[in-house]
């Protein structure tokens, strides 16, 4: 059983267009995140949420829209996609909201190439 | 400076060695590390946590945490082939909702 599922595991698509991206998670998890890795392996935090709620924010392009319908499920869409978006972007969960203790759980990745 | 600083290797060593991998970080405000293994094409995955100064052991794998010197480590005893994978420091901010800094990662090859 897969805990954290995102589709689709790799999306080519060229620039201008918009594009989306699915989580699940099937562990009961109050909170969501998005992270992207680049092409050095730099890992960064995009956002999350806590029961649908809007946590974190990085700063990160407003074409960058995160949407939780439920607490299971967090998608991103991406408005006008631009060369420099072409990275692997992951979901993650976690049970709680403390920071002091927070073990994330990741999906697999989506990798995005934008030509 | 980055906040935290990890060698991105790579690192290649012959099965059964000894690895160190070692991030450095400059928040003092840093209070749990931890370390995830990311095999290639997957997500990372938690591999270890700490708290606090001292060492932490999992079988084959030890953490140990610097606090003064702002040093992290993570030790690999009899290092296998399946160990063969990129391992990221993290470190969560207090009280921003499981913020992770992670490290660049530093990839392991081990070699047969």
């Known amino acids: 059983d897969t805990a954290v599922s995102q589709t689709p595991k790799y999306l080519v698509t060229q620039m201008g267009n918009d594009k989306s991206i699915k989580c699940e998670q099937n562990?009961?998890?109050?909170?969501m995140y998005w992270y992207k890795q680049d092409s050095k392996k730099f890992l960064k935090i995009m956002f999350s949420?806590?029961?649908?709620?809007?946590?974190i924010n990085e700063t990160v392009p407003n074409r960058f829209s995160p949407k939780s319908p439920d607490k299971a499920h967090l998608n991103l869409h991406i408005n006008s996609l631009e060369l420099g978006d072409s990275a692997v972007y992951f979901c993650?969960?976690?049970?709680?909201?403390?920071?002091?203790?927070?073990?994330?759980?990741f999906g697999s990745g989506t990798q995005l190439s934008v030509l | 400076q980055k906040e935290v600083e990890q060698d991105p290797g790579p690192l290649s060593v012959p099965e059964g060695a000894i690895v160190s991998l070692n991030c450095t970080y400059s928040?003092?405000?840093?209070?749990?590390f931890m370390w995830y293994r990311q095999y290639s094409r997957k997500g990372p995955e938690l591999l270890m946590y700490?708290?606090?100064?001292g060492n932490k052991e999992d079988g084959r794998f030890t953490a140990q945490v610097d606090k003064s010197s702002k040093y992290i480590s993570l030790f690999i005893r009899d290092s296998q082939p399946s160990d063969s994978a990129t391992y990221l420091c993290?470190?969560?901010?207090?009280?921003?909702?499981?913020?992770?800094?992670f490290g660049q990662g530093t990839e392991l090859s081990v070699k047969p």
């Open positions: 993650a969960s976690s049970q709680g909201n403390s920071a002091t203790n927070e073990k994330l759980f």
């Open positions: 562990l009961g998890h109050d909170t």
């Open positions: 928040n003092s405000a840093f209070q749990y």
């Open positions: 949420y806590n029961n649908k709620e809007l946590i």
């Open positions: 993290a470190m969560p901010f207090y009280n921003q909702g499981g913020k992770l800094i």
């Open positions: 700490t708290y606090s100064s």
